[in-house]
């Protein structure tokens, strides 16, 4: 058994002078040359190979989850990002030539720098704690940043594992975590920044954004779902039913790209129901709350919140339903509803419920669903191709997936992010290197050129207007 580390709340007197300091690393351009980003991205990998059996053990601790799905969807995230950030920082980082170049202005060498944006702020949520956390800090150091990550106090264990990675691994000097709850976030937004990276709720996400719209300070949000899945009578039931269970049942549904809720065709309800049942018993053969892959509700204000919900719904359990308070414990609930006024479809439940609500046609579920949100954070869409790109192009999210929950977030070399509420910016593979970077256009005009600059100069006589 590993011994983990302790969370503790950093003091809020120390905050300024510790971003101060950060802040001179950066000032001082140690963390420009692509030489020190990739040693610490380096650091980093090693840091992480460390620690695996600790980060493994604190997110079993905090959110219950498996080793396996710790692997996935942390750790061995975590390290392939590092991985693929080594390997292509310098063509990422490399000076860009603007297209289309006439003769002239070719002369002035033309180019855009990428620089790192400064000194940053990134704030992690709860639900992937060393993911969401670490995922834009490998975007930060590769810009060449310097930054302070304020990982979730929800997930303590993982937060108190981040902090020995970070101070093991990383240059002291440049990086650094602040622990603690909204004083200790209060007291960092009060500081100055160069970019915000915030990962959680809507609400947060509004304060984080009037915050620094206080100073100009550029953000990056990824907030929150209510995202919709939508089955017309030509999908694969057995197939919309084992992949939209999946995407229920991962991390216990704390998900923020899994889908809140399923319009389903009354044609193929029954068909769908029935296969839910059939992949329900084959992912837990020996019931949910036994089985070692499931996770559990983070801690008992988030099961006090899913349990009202339920329990305010009007609609029909089909499967699951139980809960059990002592052990955070919530099976995958499948609800049939028949109102968008639902307390399952109206607020984000992230958690294990699935409602579903019957439609008539994809028309009316394309209405719906953009009903409910306009900007979610994912579509999900089954049937055939031409309904599929038929739901693309009527409705908007940040991104989507078809024939399946959310797997477009899984591919990490496609950039990740929100759309209108749903988040703005994105990050993963380059878009995590361009996110931390400014797009610093220069020119060099020769001096030799001066002849031909001559027009440009006043007096602007009769002779250089005909020109
Ligand atoms: P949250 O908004 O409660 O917390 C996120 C972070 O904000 C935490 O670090 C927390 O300490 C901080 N925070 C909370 N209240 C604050 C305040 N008043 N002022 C300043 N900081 C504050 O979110 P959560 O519960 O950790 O995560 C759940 C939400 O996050 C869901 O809505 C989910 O959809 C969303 N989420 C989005 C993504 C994404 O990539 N788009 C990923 C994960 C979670």
Redesign the pocket.
Same mark, same amino acid.
């Given at each position: 058994m590993v011994q983990l580390p302790a969370f503790e709340h950093t003091p809020i007197e120390t905050i300024e002078s510790t971003v101060n300091g950060i802040r001179a690393s950066f000032l001082s351009h140690k963390t420009r040359p692509l030489e020190y980003r990739i040693q610490q991205l380096r650091k980093l990998y090693w840091g992480m190979r460390d620690n695996r059996e600790l980060i493994i053990e604190a997110c079993k601790k905090d959110i219950g989850k498996s080793t396996y799905e710790t692997y996935l969807s942390e750790y061995g995230w975590c390290v392939n990002d590092i991985v693929f950030m080594q390997k292509n920082l310098k063509r990422f980082a490399k000076d860009e030539k603007p297209e289309d170049m006439n003769f002239q202005n070719k002369l002035f060498g033309p180019r855009i720098r990428k620089d790192p944006l400064g000194t940053v702020l990134i704030? *992690?949520? %709860?639900? @992937?704690p060393i993911q +969401?956390s670490l995922g834009p800090l490998i975007g930060a150091i590769s810009a060449g940043c310097t930054a302070v990550l304020?990982?979730? =106090? /929800?997930?303590p264990h993982a937060a108190a594992v981040l902090e020995k990675i970070v101070k093991e691994s990383l240059d002291p000097s440049s990086y650094t975590v602040i622990q &603690?709850?909204?004083p =200790? #976030? #209060?007291a960092l937004?009060d500081q100055k920044w160069d970019k915000v990276f %915030? #990962? !959680?709720?809507?609400? $947060? *996400?509004t304060?984080?954004a009037k915050?620094a719209a206080e100073t100009l300070t550029p953000v990056t949000? =990824?907030? *929150? *779902?209510r995202n919709p899945a939508i089955v017309t009578k030509h999908a694969d039931p057995r197939l919309a039913a084992r992949r939209l269970l999946w995407a229920k049942t991962l991390n216990a549904g /704390? $998900?923020?790209?899994s889908q809140n809720f399923t319009l389903i065709d009354r044609e193929l309800l029954p068909a769908f129901i029935k296969e839910l049942k059939n992949a329900f018993q084959e992912f837990y053969p020996d019931g949910v709350q036994k089985s070692p892959d499931y996770a559990r509700i $983070?801690n008992q204000r /988030?099961f006090q919140r899913l349990k009202k919900m339920v329990e305010d719904s009007k609609g029909k359990i089909l499967i699951g339903g139980t809960m059990d308070e002592s052990d955070l414990f919530i099976e995958p609930t499948v609800i049939q509803v028949d109102s968008l006024d639902d307390s399952t479809v109206k607020d =984000?439940s @992230?958690g294990p419920l699935m409602p579903i609500l019957p439609v008539t046609d994809l028309d009316e579920a394309i209405k719906i669903a953009n009903q409910v949100h306009d900007t979610p +954070?994912g579509v999900y869409s089954f049937g055939t191709k031409a309904e599929m790109e038929k739901v693309l192009s009527q409705t908007r999210s !940040?991104g989507a997936s078809c024939n399946d929950g959310f797997y477009h977030a899984s591919i990490p070399t496609l950039e @990740? !992010? &929100?759309v209108g509420t749903? !988040?703005a910016g994105a990050y993963r593979g380059k878009a995590s290197f361009d996110c931390f970077t400014h797009r610093r256009p220069v020119t060099t005009t020769p001096g030799w050129i001066e002849g031909l600059l001559s027009i440009r100069y006043p007096p602007y006589t009769a002779k250089k207007q005909k020109r």
């Open positions: 704030i *992690g949520a %709860y639900n @992937f +969401l304020k990982p979730s =106090e /929800q997930a &603690g709850a909204i =200790e #976030t #209060t937004l %915030y #990962t !959680g709720s809507a609400n $947060v *996400g304060i984080i915050k949000l =990824e907030l *929150g *779902g /704390q $998900v923020c790209v $983070v /988030q =984000e @992230f +954070l !940040g @990740f !992010g &929100g749903s !988040g």
